[in-house]
């Protein structure tokens, strides 16, 4: 880090102007979002039916030139919402959302919302396996399926345990003018909804804080995906926080999202805080770096959600002499990257990034509300960051057995009090939650979640993000979970061991998926091209290695766990190592030697990843 990233009161001096000035909404969203009345009506159901109350015609989608009011959103969430009543789908219910960005899966969830069902919100990249443990972790009493999941619902159907009468259908069309054709054995969600009520359903006022309102799946540290659970109070948090206290958006703002939003960085974050502006919502079914700014330029948008990632990729597209050609004013996410930070600020005419840290399970938030640069910004919650042993993979603790807390600007874990404003609600899963918390941290019986995360204080309450530990990486905006990868690359034929783990590549964001895997043949015997297409199958792209290393035998600890620290440190490099490498290339479909001449192309950027 550089000495200029630590904030100083000088720095706190010269934003206090513009804070004063946002005070007001600010204290406003800090009151919703410290709401600790259990009793009282919240949760997205309601925020939405607020929104069309105050701002009835104001736009509240826009998605492929087509536009949406506040009040037709409503009432089309409204007949979703009864309709699923009458099919029996109560408060406390998981229904599988299976649709990509569009119109359609905002109606759906904010009809589940209202009901207080709960919203399971899964990765659409999401094949085999992995897509059938995920729904039937959550045991859905319904499912919906866009027709551009259909083939991968398709696929697992007979091992999934939806009920029969509920698999819904929503056709990849405008379904508000044209319903399509549904599939055989299925419902038409669409068509079905048309003779209902229109009016808000009494159910919403049913939904308090503690009720969950989605299922956001993570690969956390170990093991295949866990459901998170995301309840209204923590929407409640996003939308008072980011939206009334960070952003400040208003009617007359558009944020353009190209991000998934299974994720809760776009559900919760970009979306939470459109609804709280009563502003606009512009959604992209994908990313696309060429046509990014043209989007953001035909729509007028002045805001627009990412991930590092993202920024990356619009970075690496050729300068144009409409760069600031623009009305972005403000952009809020995770992960810019401290080496383009002030570049793409600059290049792209961008006032304020509002950064942001949270994790779906976490009990811990920043923002960075002051607009500095190089920081996930100042956290309201009670955290730590504490020394941290790597070899040993465990916070350091003194004589009296309690953590140390690490010193300004040096790296350490955060961790997260649980208090009763602060709660850990952890996974669908008791066990894996308990996991995830130290006790006895500082005191006797006091208990702290643990957020695998490195930070770095830079003063003033401020932090740095510096890593992730333990065994997930992140790679594309997404994390992998290497015991999730190492399970399905073990299940494939004449693979006897495997450890994944993630590298470097110069010029990218996160790590690269890379596997050590020890074979029961040679490699000239070995079917990489079958290997790539069952991992094509099993896994989303993301997750999918980059690298293989042939290996004769794995390295282990006394306690028999992988020594991944010497295979991170070697990484794909082949003057690190006498085993050969694979390479899965850039717009390829499977793996090759890498040679020197490959590597260098690597390092130099001339494959771009």
Partial sequence: MQ??????????????????ARLPRA???????????????????????????????????????????????????????????KKGVQKGDVVAILLENRPELFACVTACAKIGAVNALINTSQRGKVLVHSINLVSPRAAIVGDELFEAYKEVKKDLSVPADGQLFMADTDTLSEPGRKPRGFENLASSVQMQPSSNPYTTYQVFSEDPCFYIYTSGTTGLPKAVVFNHGRFMKAYGAFGLSALQLDASDRMY????????????????????????????????????????????????????????????????PNDLDNKVRLMVGNGLRPSIWKDFKQRFGVDRVMELYGSSEGNIGFTNLLNFDNTVGVSPFPYAIVKYDKEAEAPIRNSKGFMVRADKGEAGLLIGEITPKTPFHGYTDPEKTEKCIFRDVFKKG??????????????????????????????????????????????????????VYGVEIPNTNGRAGMASIRLECEPGQFDFEGLFNYLKSELPPYAIPVFLRISEGMETTGTFKHKKAPLKESAYHLDKQDNPVYVWLPRDNKYVQLTPEIEGKINNGEYRY
């Fill in 27 to 85: 204290i406003q969203g800090l009151r919703i979002s410290n709401n600790t009345d259990p009793m009282k009506p919240v949760g997205l159901g309601l925020c939405v039916e607020q929104a069309a109350q105050t701002n009835p015609g104001g736009i509240a989608f826009i998605y492929q030139g087509r536009q949406y009011s506040y009040a037709e959103f409503n009432a089309w969430s409204n007949r979703i919402a009864h309709y699923l009543l």
């Fill in 446 to 499: 006091d208990a702290w979640f643990n957020s695998g995360d490195l930070m770095r204080d830079i003063g003033f309450r401020h932090a740095q993000f510096v890593d992730r530990l333990g065994d997930t990486f992140r790679w594309k905006g997404e994390n992998v979970s290497t015991t999730e990868v190492e399970h399905i690359l073990d299940g494939y034929d004449r693979v006897s061991e495997t450890v």
């Fill in 257 to 320: 999202v190209t991000l998934p939003f299974y994720h809760a960085t776009a559900m919760a974050v970009c979306w939470g805080s459109v609804l709280a502006g009563k502003a606009t919502l512009i959604i992209a079914r994908r990313f696309s770096a060429s046509r990014f700014w043209d989007e953001i330029r035909d729509n007028g948008a002045t805001a627009f959600g990412y991930v590092g990632e993202l920024c990356r990729y619009l970075m690496d597209q050729p300068a144009k």
């Fill in 3 to 20: 000495s200029s990233d630590f904030v100083t009161l000088n720095k706190i001096v010269r934003k206090l102007p513009s804070l004063v």
